[in-house]
């Protein structure tokens, strides 16, 4: 079984997880804080967090968005930031795990 076929979010609406991006509208609605927020607490009771954190601080900027293991897109550029050349596995332990 992967990592992905044990993510608590296998059967959540993808809407929650990526709420508010790519509608190019500056600024996050109470809307989407809310499903943020949903998303946030489903990533909680997670038992794949680390390994879906490790595997969003991998993909390359431009193509990151959305809540994956419990972190927001700007959380995980400020992870970036203050670790550039870290391995990203060794990364998955600066924030909390939701
Ligand atoms: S950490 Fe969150 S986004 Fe990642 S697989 Fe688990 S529930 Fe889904």
Do not use: K
């Amino acid at each position: 079984m992967t990592w992905r076929e044990r993510a608590e979010c296998r059967d959540a609406a993808p809407e929650i997880f990526f709420a508010g991006y790519g509608t190019g509208r500056g600024g996050v609605s109470d809307r989407w804080s809310s499903q943020r927020r949903t998303a946030m607490r489903i990533c909680g009771r997670c038992e794949v967090i680390e390994t879906c954190r490790a595997y969003a601080l991998s993909m390359g900027v431009n193509s990151d968005f959305g809540i994956w293991g419990g972190t927001t897109t700007a959380q995980r550029h400020e992870i970036r930031r203050q670790t550039p050349t870290a391995p990203r596995e060794a990364l998955t332990g600066l924030v909390g795990s939701g």
